[in-house]
């Protein structure tokens, strides 16, 4: 009866069948079904993996600090798909040269900033992930106060190269941000010769002033005592383009000096909450002194463009 005979299996089980000959293609434990007129019976297969064909090594994408360590583990597969086990200790592990670091088993401990890739290999069978080292995130604090003979105006900058400058995201992020507590923001934009603004809950269209990074000072207004944090990497130089006249700028460096102020400038402008619009002026750049965490005003004397170069 058997040429007369239906044949089947669970359909997760996948193959296929040549009359009554199953060629399997899934491992696991399946209930085959012969079903003759209103007869029927079954079977049980059990389906093992087949030789090892590919190995997957995870996580496939990660990203870490520098200085972290990513584990990783390897595991084997025949040509259907179907697992045949762990091969993470029988593997071998390496990275690009160029990444430095250092492997102990499967767990690589990273070194240099950059996109790499972590190769594993067990026998001849070989797989690859991408690992991003980005470099080790510090945080800077900047007290900002309320009150006081400055009306609560604070001229402020930070250090730090920030992944994402968005204005609104430093001044409102949810741990580190300042959010109720200030209710105004100016930036001047010596490219342009223009006052960007921002002021929190106003419509889109009127806050001009999008973004603020390493190079810029800023003016903030406090109606309340608060700290904003701030973080990111560390630059290890940092170019300020100045424009022909006045500049407002941040110190880009965690070291209080001059740092070499071009010889262009020739007046500088600090936060003094006791004078006029709260800036007190300097005449002698040469032996100025900039602290990290202040705002500035340049006063660029020349009729072009004068780059200032602060190493960190």
Request: proline share 3%; aromatic share 14%; glycine share 10%.
């Amino acid at each position: 009866m058997t040429g007369e005979t239906n044949w089947s299996i669970e359909a997760e089980a996948g193959g296929n069948w040549l009359d009554n000959v199953y060629t399997s293609e899934n491992a696991g434990t399946w209930t085959v079904t012969g079903s003759y007129g209103t007869l029927t019976d079954t079977a049980t297969l059990t389906v093992e993996p087949g030789d090892a064909a590919y190995i997957e090594i995870t996580p496939s994408d990660s990203s870490i600090q520098a200085g972290e360590s990513q584990a990783y583990n390897a595991t084997v597969y025949d040509e259907f798909g179907n697992e045949i086990g762990d091969v993470t200790d029988e593997t071998t592990w390496s990275i690009d040269a160029e990444a430095g670091g250092s492997w102990t088993d499967n767990v690589y401990t990273s070194e240099f900033a950059g996109t790499w890739t972590v190769t594993g290999t067990y026998g001849t069978l070989t797989d690859t992930a991408t690992l991003t080292v980005v470099e080790e995130q510090v945080t800077m604090d900047i007290e900002l106060y309320a009150g006081g003979d400055a009306d609560g105006w604070n001229f402020v900058s930070f250090y730090l190269e920030l992944e994402n400058t968005d204005l609104e995201y430093i001044l409102e992020h949810e741990d580190y941000g300042i959010s109720g507590n200030y209710d105004r923001v100016m930036y001047y934009d010596a490219t342009t010769d223009e006052w960007l603004t921002y002021v929190p809950g106003r419509d889109d269209k009127y806050n001009n002033l999008a973004s603020w990074d390493h190079t810029m000072g800023i003016w903030i207004r406090m109606t309340v005592d608060d700290v904003l944090t701030v973080a990111g990497t560390e630059p290890t130089s940092t170019t300020i383009t100045l424009q022909p006249g006045w500049n407002m700028v941040g110190l880009p460096s965690s070291t209080a000096g001059n740092h070499n102020i071009p010889t262009e400038v020739s007046r500088i402008g600090y936060f003094d909450a006791s004078e006029e619009y709260n800036v007190a002026y300097d005449y002698d750049p040469e032996n100025f002194v900039f602290q990290p965490g202040e705002g500035y005003w340049l006063y660029n004397d020349a009729d072009y463009a004068v780059d200032w170069i602060v190493d960190y």
